[in-house]
């Protein structure tokens, strides 16, 4: 079935839309297969809508199956070779290309993140500069993309090591940054040489469409980036189980990525598995709590709480608990929410009805365990609001580490307060989790901080520092059930889950 044969990024107007931002018009996507927009054999259709405002239908795509992933899949097998024959400098030009392409387009792909995600536009516009900086980054490395020289035990030889590329990797995004994390796995697979096929979370897949335009705008030869968009189980686990798919990075829920693991196991596949995380930020008695409470809130609240590393867990020592509450929830009930596109909006809507109805679904259970509602707790239907996934900032103090409340992800904006009598049983507390994705600490104590560092279960800390928020240049990754914990992704670390390395002997003294 061929869709209005419209595909990456052309729009046509539809009833005008809610959004008073400019570009207000629905867009159709096709899939992006073989350089080429494709539609999928399925007559069925992904729509989306405006989170913020659900009369307003703002993106379409095809329906995909296994049928369109294999199609995917070849195209990017038939690329792989010439492509990855190009220099690392030569792939690299296209990436940097793709940043400037990027930066120049990032006001209007940033209107659309919003309106199709729900964050802020504040959140949004930060969001595509991140996608323009990360293509600018592996742009740059790719001049360091190189092997090693080792001395030979005899005269006469050479004994070195190519880096090599992996053939086609599949990709597996979550919609929580839905062009950020794309762009944190695209851009190191193409500049290591790999051919790629992505799988986008179907409730945001149009800065995948718009990425595949801008490289390809960029450069980028035909079948080397494949999107396709579709059911998760059928797309993605083709994915997982096509023997043509060298390696998998998944970013997303632990339940799915412990699925995708064991398929990829099976045939022995390399695999990146991203997941969740219970994110601990521990207030010390000695810490400046007016900066914890404003890190709180901005690591819990900020990107609706939609974040793998945003705060949920707060474990303050019992001596400023009461204090440290009254002042979270103070300031919770202050936190502005609204449409991302109203100035000043400090938190949007939910990304959908079912993400809502979990968290609130949370604080109904925290509350029968016996937790006490400080600030929040419900969905917002005032005036415009009623046409959204609004919810208020939550705090919920009286926590015990055993109530669900403390253990599972909320994936919303609901804070969890725990108080505890000392540094060394925050620390057991914040450890006592199945997961360990990002940890913040606030305290004047070095010392306690150090510990911190060490001891905490966690692949990122933060000291005095809010708990979500990553540096491109550094390595980022989970331990426990937040990761695989097999390869780190970002920076240059990223580059070792996209290549392989071969060991070259020769001898010239012959
Ligand atoms: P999800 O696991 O529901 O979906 C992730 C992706 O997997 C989507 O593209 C989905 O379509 C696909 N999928 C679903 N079922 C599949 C299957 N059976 N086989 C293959 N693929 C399948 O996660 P989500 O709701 O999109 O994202 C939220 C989750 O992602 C949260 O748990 C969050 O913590 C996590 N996350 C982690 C990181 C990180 O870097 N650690 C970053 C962002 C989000």
Known sequence: MKLLAIGGGNSRIRGGGKCPLGNVSMKDYLNYIGGEWVGATSAQFIENRNPADTREVVTRYPSSGATEAKQAIEAAAGAHRSWSQLTPVARGRILSKA????????????????????????????????????????????????????????????????????????????????????????APALVAGNSVVIKPASQAPAMCCELARVLAEAGLPKGVLNVVVGNGREVGGELARNPKVAGLSFTGSHAVGHQVYQQLALRMARAQMEMG?????????????????????????????????????????????????????????????????????EMGPAVNEQELLGNLQHVKWALEDGAKLVAGGSRLTEGELAHGYFMEPTVIADVRPEMRLAREEVFGPVIAVLAVDSFEEALQVANNVDVGLSASIVTRDIKKAMIYSELIEAGVVKINQISTGLALQAPFGGVKNSSTDTFREQGAAALDFYTRTKTVYLDYSC
């Open 277 to 345: 995380g219970k994110n601990p930020t521990i207030v010390l008695a000695d810490a400046d709590i007016d900066l914890a409470v404003s890190l709180v809130c901005r690591a819990g609240f900020g990107l609706t709480g939609q974040a793998c590393t945003a705060t949920s867990r707060v474990i303050v020592e019992r001596s400023v608990a009461d204090e440290f509450t009254q002042k979270l929830a103070a300031r919770a009930k202050t936190w502005k929410v609204g449409p991302g596109w109203q100035p000043g909006v």
């Open 99 to 186: 940043s400037f392409i990027l930066e120049g387009r990032k006001s209007e792909l940033a209107e659309l993140l919003m309106r199709e995600e729900g964050k802020t536009l504040a959140e949004s516009l930060g969001e595509v500069q991140r996608a323009a900086d990360i293509f600018r980054f592996y742009g740059g490395l790719s001049y360091t993309i190189g092997g090693q020289t080792l001395p030979h035990d005899l005269p006469g030889n050479l004994l070195y090591t190519l880096r090599q590329s992996l053939g086609v990797v599949g990709l597996i995004t979550p919609w929580n940054f839905p062009i950020a994390i794309p762009s944190w796995k695209i």
